[in-house]
């Protein structure tokens, strides 16, 4: 459940950003929340997001504050927002940090723009081209080596082979795919329930993901601790709030760090010293952080941190994007040519026949 509404909240990091937006320039007019709400009721939201904002507005009605009525909505609004917002009301800082979350959630957004448009190009050739191949083998194929056949002339072994691979993709690919998905979905089932008893992955595992997941997560976690921070919120109790916002396949592992990093703080060890995962966590990240603490300058220590992985995870999404599209042209050529090598030799062979 933590996992899907993580999801559902990051694919509406834009809707977000309009609402955040549109409610900070609203009350910069000298319009009341409940006023900004309303009016963005009446506007152009549809579907889901327009019945946020109503809830949204028959929350405050009711005299509720807009952290309250956030608190209620989990699966638009995670934790670090809520406190957030809750905090800017008590300082009255709400339009500048409504500011912040419109681009904490313009960036998050584009970022997963990017890495959408990165795998997109590639699987689209892939299932075309697989497509293609496995059209060929079990239509124009077949005919060839019925042609063969009846003319006595043993077909080539490479031709049945692509028939056989042809024919096995089509009918048991879809069950395959569905027992793949299943066993991914088990495992990580299995893997929530043992994070949850205590159990760490190795860290030979750990590195196996991938750069730029690693870095859009620090991040987001970064900035989240960042915000919490400089709006007066106890570092303790920001490292609880922003570690279950830590969502996604490969948070679970991020998320325990952060929480056991507010507990040996509360032991008395320093943010610096608390986070000793080698993997998450480098050696000039923690130099950096222990120069904030000495300074009294966390808060901005964890934003250049945060835009720091922030630029290292778009630099990867751009390496993965240069180095997937020209090898999946590569395979698709290949895959391409081994098929037409099993559709010229029975011509050939055919050829033979006729002279």
């Not at 957030?84 to 960036?107: D, I």
């Not at 990240?285 to 300074?295: S, V």
């Not at 081994?338 to 006729?354: R, T, W």
């Amino acid at each position: 459940m933590h996992w899907l509404r993580g999801r559902c909240r990051a694919r509406r990091a834009e809707t977000k950003a309009e609402l955040f937006d549109s409610i900070a320039t609203m009350l910069e007019a000298g319009v009341p929340v409940v006023e900004a709400v309303s009016t963005l009721t009446q506007g152009r939201a549809r579907g889901l997001a327009r019945t946020m904002l109503v809830e949204l507005r028959e929350s405050l009605n009711n005299g509720q504050t807009l952290d309250d009525a956030m608190a209620a909505a989990p699966w638009w609004f995670d934790s670090t927002e809520t406190a957030m917002v809750r905090a800017a009301r008590a300082s009255g800082e709400m339009p500048g940090v409504l500011r912040t979350l419109t681009e904490r959630h313009q960036r998050a957004g584009a970022l997963s723009a990017k890495v959408v448009g990165a795998l997109t190009y590639p699987a689209v050739v892939a299932c075309v081209g697989v497509g293609v191949v496995v059209f060929l083998s079990v239509r124009t194929l077949p005919e060839l080596v019925g042609i063969l056949r009846d003319e006595g002339v043993a077909p080539p072994g490479l031709t049945l082979a692509i028939i056989a691979i042809g024919r096995g993709m089509l009918a048991y690919g879809p069950a395959l795919l569905l027992s793949l998905a299943a066993t991914v979905i088990a495992g990580l089932g299995i893997m929530g329930r043992l994070r949850r008893r205590g159990w760490r992955a190795p860290d030979r595992l750990r590195r196996v993901v991938p750069v730029f997941v690693r870095r859009a997560l620090l991040a987001r976690a970064w900035s989240g601790l960042a915000e919490l921070v400089r709006t007066g919120v106890p570092l303790v109790e920001a490292l609880r709030i922003t570690g279950p916002t830590v969502s996604g396949v490969f948070g679970g592992s991020l998320r325990t760090e952060l929480e056991d990093a507010a507990a040996s703080i509360e032991r008395g060890s320093t943010l610096a010293d608390s986070l000793a995962d080698r993997v998450w966590f480098d050696a000039e990240c923690r130099r950096l952080i222990a120069i904030g603490e000495n300074a009294g300058e966390v808060s901005e220590v964890l934003q250049r941190l945060a835009d720091r992985a922030h630029r290292a995870a778009t630099r990867a999404v751009d390496r993965l994007a240069s180095m997937l599209e020209p090898a999946v042209i590569l395979v698709l050529a290949a895959l391409i040519g081994v098929v037409v090598m099993g559709a010229v030799l029975p011509i050939l062979k055919l050829q033979e026949i006729i002279g």
